[in-house]
């Protein structure tokens, strides 16, 4: 019996050493990765200059629409909650939920709503160059 208990405490021991070392595991997820917007056209070659980056938290009410704008530089973003459509002018439209990532779109007109019935919060990171605006309206 005692052997059994110990059996029993061992293998126990063992799988929450195992949990532990899975805690503690560092997980990478590749949310996006490549050359084209989400319309499939190609990105831009990366403009000269110095480099800027941008990163902006970005949150549009339930019933919100973004005005016409466009992007002169590439930018990539993840919704971090609610819902968001994106739509370019002839349009193309993308339609996003919590937790979906976007390459945007280059020198496109489009625009953002919100039609659901929450905050949509979005995360960007715009590749810039100084002196060059992020978005054109």
Known sequence: ??????????????????????ANTVQVDVLAKTGRSWDGSHLPDYSK?????????????????LPLHKHPVINAGVLLNG??????????????KTGDSIVEVVNIWHYGKNEGNTMAEILVFYAGVVDTPITIK
């Not at 480099?51 to 019933?63: F, H, Q, S, V």
Request: proline letters at 6%; hydrophobic letters at 45%; glycine letters at 6%.
């Open 83 to 96: 819902e968001l459509t994106v739509v370019t002018e002839d349009n193309r439209t993308l339609h996003m």
């Open 49 to 65: 200059g110095t480099p800027e980056l941008t990163i902006l938290r970005i949150k549009i009410p339930p019933g919100v629409q």
């Open 1 to 22: 019996m005692k052997k059994l208990i110990y059996g029993i405490c061992f293998a126990l021991l063992l799988s929450s050493n195992v949990l532990a070392e899975e």
